[in-house]
């Protein structure tokens, strides 16, 4: 039986995730939760599966929870709260779905306890690849990625030496607005931005993929996650989310993993690893489909992608003040204070006045994200002054 610890368990993933786990109860069982601030869905989730122990984020809300739960389970509460549960000694797997760079330090905490990872949260590797990697080599912890795209690659070359890499093909579904006319972008609403044509995810990745962020975060985890140069790590556009990622050999012939646009796919993957699971999400019935399609991404109509290249190729903090600065911004776009092709243009105000720090810590990158923050914040309330 594997105990599985979920942080993060409140959002699409770890709710995906626990819609798994209870239907293969012979397998699994669940150690612990974690959640921001919905008390309600952990609530739920706590009687249904019987955690030992969850963690909430926001100090009152696990007060609340602490007294609706009596002897239940343990009921933890603030970071420490959370970061205790991600180090437990008693769980034997730990996937990492935190949304935003509140995931890093649990991350951290759970690998420094010896925690295989199942990682959803691609800001962890954004803000701190060097940093999270040789904790992980130094712990002996083993990373297994939960993306789709990144799933994928991770499936294509499992049996192959890294050597016989050339590239790898991240795909993109292109969002809502790919056929929007770039004279027509200013005026999108964060409802429109929400309306995702195939996935079905929380408001903060949504928006990132509207605006191809979330894939620049990708090609910047795929870096950290699979040891290739930038510069193998391309981009292409494919609406139908059929194709999650192409791997191209040395000898010119690629490999692609192809299924539905599922997230319990690449979830199941992780959390059975070596093996799979049955029927975890529906089949793929190509004739259906009919035709795949692809074309390379319009980086002057979502120039956050051409940011997140340009972030990883400065290296050293950058990377972590472009997620910084993204979050601020997202969350500026939902709430109706700047303009959707505002968000990259904050971003970038925020980059070039970044100074860089080279030699990567846990310190110099905690610092370059509050200081983000912070800077994000004066451009918004600028360009609000200027309105």
Same mark, same amino acid.
């Given at each position: 039986?594997?105990?599985?610890?979920?942080?993060?368990?409140?959002?699409?993933?770890?709710?995906?995730?626990l819609?798994?786990?209870?239907?293969?109860?012979d397998?699994?069982?669940?150690?612990?939760?974690?959640?921001?601030? /919905?008390?309600?869905?952990?609530?739920?989730? %706590?009687?249904?599966f019987s955690?030992?122990?969850?963690a909430?984020?926001?100090?009152?809300?696990?007060?609340?929870?602490?007294?609706?739960?009596?002897?239940?389970?343990i009921? @933890?509460s603030?970071?420490?709260g959370?970061?205790?549960?991600?180090?437990?000694?008693?769980?034997d797997?730990v996937?990492?779905?935190?949304v935003?760079?509140?995931?890093?330090?649990?991350?951290?905490?759970?690998?420094?306890?010896?925690k295989?990872?199942?990682?959803?949260?691609?800001?962890?590797?954004?803000?701190?690849?060097?940093?999270?990697?040789?904790?992980?080599?130094?712990?002996?912890?083993?990373?297994?990625?939960?993306?789709s795209?990144?799933?994928a690659?991770?499936?294509?070359?499992?049996?192959?030496?890294?050597?016989?890499?050339?590239?790898?093909?991240l795909?993109?579904?292109g969002?809502p607005f790919?056929?929007?006319?770039?004279?027509?972008?200013?005026?999108?609403?964060?409802?429109?931005?929400?309306n995702?044509?195939?996935?079905?995810?929380?408001?903060?990745?949504?928006?990132?993929?509207?605006?191809?962020? /979330?894939?620049?975060?990708?090609?910047?985890?795929?870096?950290y996650?699979?040891?290739?140069p930038l510069?193998?790590?391309?981009v292409?556009?494919?609406p139908?989310?059929?194709?999650?990622?192409?791997?191209?050999? %040395?000898?010119q012939?690629?490999?692609?993993?192809?299924s539905?646009?599922d997230?319990?796919?690449?979830i199941?993957y992780?959390?059975?690893?070596?093996?799979?699971?049955? /029927?975890?999400?529906?089949?793929?019935?190509?004739?259906?489909?009919?035709?795949?399609?692809?074309?390379?991404?319009?980086?002057r109509?979502?120039?956050?992608?051409?940011?997140?290249?340009?972030?990883?190729e400065?290296g050293?903090?950058?990377?972590?003040?472009?997620?910084?600065?993204?979050?601020?911004?997202?969350?500026?776009?939902l709430? /109706?204070?700047?303009?959707?092709?505002?968000i990259?243009?904050?971003?970038?105000?925020?980059l070039?006045?970044h100074?860089?720090?080279?030699r990567?810590t846990?310190?110099?990158? @905690?610092?370059?994200?509050?200081?983000?923050?912070?800077?994000?914040?004066?451009?918004?309330?600028?360009?609000?002054?200027?309105?």
């Amino acid at each position: 039986m594997k105990r599985i610890t979920i942080l993060g368990s409140t959002g699409s993933i770890g709710k995906s995730a626990l819609s798994i786990i209870s239907k293969h109860k012979d397998q699994f069982e669940v150690f612990g939760l974690t959640a921001g601030k /919905n008390i309600r869905l952990l609530e739920r989730q %706590t009687l249904m599966f019987s955690p030992k122990c969850v963690a909430v984020a926001d100090e009152t809300a696990g007060q609340t929870l602490r007294k609706k739960m009596g002897r239940k389970c343990i009921v @933890l509460s603030g970071a420490e709260g959370v970061r205790e549960v991600a180090a437990s000694q008693e769980t034997d797997f730990v996937l990492s779905a935190i949304v935003g760079a509140a995931g890093l330090l649990p991350t951290l905490s759970a690998i420094r306890a010896g925690k295989p990872i199942g990682l959803a949260n691609k800001e962890t590797l954004v803000m701190a690849g060097d940093v999270v990697l040789k904790e992980a080599r130094k712990y002996g912890v083993s990373i297994l990625p939960v993306d789709s795209e990144h799933s994928a690659v991770f499936q294509c070359i499992e049996g192959y030496k890294r050597s016989h890499v050339s590239k790898i093909i991240l795909t993109a579904s292109g969002g809502p607005f790919m056929e929007r006319r770039f004279s027509e972008m200013k005026t999108i609403t964060p409802r429109e931005a929400l309306n995702h044509p195939q996935w079905k995810m929380g408001k903060k990745i949504s928006i990132d993929s509207a605006t191809l962020m /979330n894939k620049g975060f990708e090609v910047i985890e795929a870096y950290y996650l699979f040891g290739v140069p930038l510069k193998s790590i391309e981009v292409l556009i494919h609406p139908q989310s059929i194709v999650h990622s192409i791997v191209e050999f %040395t000898d010119q012939g690629c490999m692609a993993q192809l299924s539905k646009p599922d997230m319990k796919g690449p979830i199941a993957y992780a959390l059975a690893y070596p093996q799979r699971l049955l /029927n975890t999400m529906p089949g793929l019935r190509l004739e259906r489909i009919g035709s795949l399609t692809f074309r390379k991404p319009d980086h002057r109509r979502f120039p956050c992608l051409s940011l997140a290249y340009t972030a990883l190729e400065k290296g050293g903090t950058m990377p972590a003040a472009l997620n910084a600065a993204n979050e601020i911004a997202v969350h500026a776009f939902l709430d /109706n204070m700047i303009r959707f092709t505002e968000i990259p243009l904050i971003i970038k105000k925020v980059l070039g006045t970044h100074t860089v720090q080279s030699r990567l810590t846990l310190s110099s990158v @905690l610092a370059a994200d509050k200081w983000a923050r912070l800077k994000a914040k004066e451009v918004i309330r600028t360009m609000r002054g200027r309105a």
